[in-house]
Nanobody, 126 residues
Framework: QVQLVESGGGSVQAGGSLRLSCAASGYRYSTTRIAWFRQAPGKEREGVAAIYRPGVSTCYADSMKGRFTISQDSAKNTVYLQMNSLKPEDTAMYYC???????????????????WGQGTQVTVSS
């Protein structure tokens, strides 16, 4: 099982920035896709972005392109989500998740992801 621990959430005013971190350990797949998802109260969990390990390939949900950037520090086994120009509608619990790279595509289906972290809360006030 891949262990995933998110951090970096908090409260910020609209227009601000946050960087979320996902510390990963116990990789069990030869190639892994680590993704960020988010879930607002009363809404479905939606994909944000994913990154492939090993390597540097990234992909984004169409609606998330532009303000969000996913990256990783392989030496630290950590994946980051840089979020800029935050809006109140970005308020959600943010989760990282892991899947074998060949399972599904990007963040199209959260069901492709096998391992999940506990989440970190992001609140954006207007």
């Amino acid at each position: 099982q891949v262990q995933l621990v998110e951090s970096g959430g908090g409260s910020v005013q609209a227009g601000g920035s946050l960087r979320l971190s996902c510390a990963a350990s116990g990789y069990r797949y030869s190639t892994t896709r680590i993704a960020w998802f988010r879930q607002a109260p009363g809404k479905e969990r939606e994909g944000v972005a994913a990154i492939y390990r090993p390597g540097v390939s990234t992909c984004y949900a169409d609606s998330m392109k532009g303000r969000f950037t996913i990256s990783q520090d392989s030496a630290k086994n950590t994946v980051y989500l840089q979020m800029n120009s935050l809006k109140p509608e970005d308020t959600a619990m943010y989760y990282c998740a892991a899947a074998p790279s060949m399972r599904g595509r990007c963040v199209e289906d959260k069901g492709d992801y096998i391992d999940w972290g506990q989440g970190t809360q992001v609140t954006v006030s207007s």
